[in-house]
T-cell receptor, first 113, second 110 residues
Framework: DADVTQTPRNRITKTGKRIMLECSQT?????MYWYRQDPGLGLRLIYY???????NKGEISDGYSVSRQAQAKFSLSLESAIPNQTALYFC????????????FGDGTRLSIL | GQQLNQSPQSMFIQEGEDVSMNCTSS?????WLWYKQDPGEGPVLLIA?????ELTSNGRLTAQFGITRKDSFLNISASIPSDVGIYFC??????????FGKGITLSVRP
């Protein structure tokens, strides 16, 4: 079983719809992250959470919101999806120890028509 | 904000060749990481570097943490077809979030 699980793996939806992407982890890590990946732009941080009561904006948070329901769960929402939010979305987790790297899920491919 | 520069965006090599990738920044980082992403999957950590000047190997991969703390390189020796993918560098200061480069897509011709 994967340590970091993202659902759904693929989603096609229409402009204006509300969408939630979910992430769950079995690693026991306090820190969780949401990134989006676009061709040629690498990974850009949307939101991150260092523990259940902590939520922080990343570099591209506009149009997104998150919820940290539990240590193991971190969901990303698009309240009203628009086509330029079509991308590959990754969840990651890490331990607070700076010597421990981030571990990524396998991604959610989101297409907004 | 901090930025990591990886270029070129794509590299094409022949199977068996060695390849080197650089990552540079105008900012100092305390940790450098190299990740590889296979198609349809999330990035997977290849090598982590924690000290300036550190040289670390993982099989055919070797990476170094630049002495100025502003750069790192990754070498892949004797490339094989399964080395294809996107290679990302990432830097971290203290206990903060990671900054990623834009990635280099590597293609290996048989």
């Amino acid at each position: 079983d994967a340590d970091v699980t993202q659902t759904p793996r693929n989603r096609i939806t229409k402009t204006g719809k509300r969408i939630m992407l979910e992430c769950s982890q079995t690693k026991g890590h306090d820190r969780m992250y949401w990134y989006r990946q676009d061709p040629g732009l690498g990974l850009r941080l949307i939101y991150y959470s260092f523990d259940v009561k902590d939520i922080n904006k990343g570099e591209i948070s506009d149009g997104y919101s998150v919820s940290r329901q539990a240590q193991a769960k971190f969901s990303l929402s698009l309240e009203s999806a628009i086509p330029n939010q079509t991308a590959l979305y990754f969840c990651a987790t890490s331990d607070p120890d700076p010597n421990q790297p981030q571990h990524f899920g396998d991604g959610t491919r989101l297409s907004i028509l | 904000g901090q930025q990591l520069n990886q270029s070129p965006q794509s590299m094409f090599i022949q199977e068996g060749e060695d390849v080197s990738m650089n990552c540079t920044s105008s900012s100092i980082f305390n940790t450098w990481l190299w990740y590889k992403q296979d198609p349809g999957e999330g990035p997977v950590l290849l090598i982590a570097l924690y000290k300036a000047g550190e040289l670390t190997s993982n099989g055919r991969l070797t990476a170094q943490f630049g002495i100025t703390r502003k750069d790192s390189f990754l070498n892949i020796s004797a490339s094989i077809p399964s080395d294809v993918g996107i290679y990302f560098c990432a830097g971290q200061i203290a206990n903060s979030k990671l900054t990623f480069g834009k990635g280099i897509t590597l293609s290996v011709r048989p």
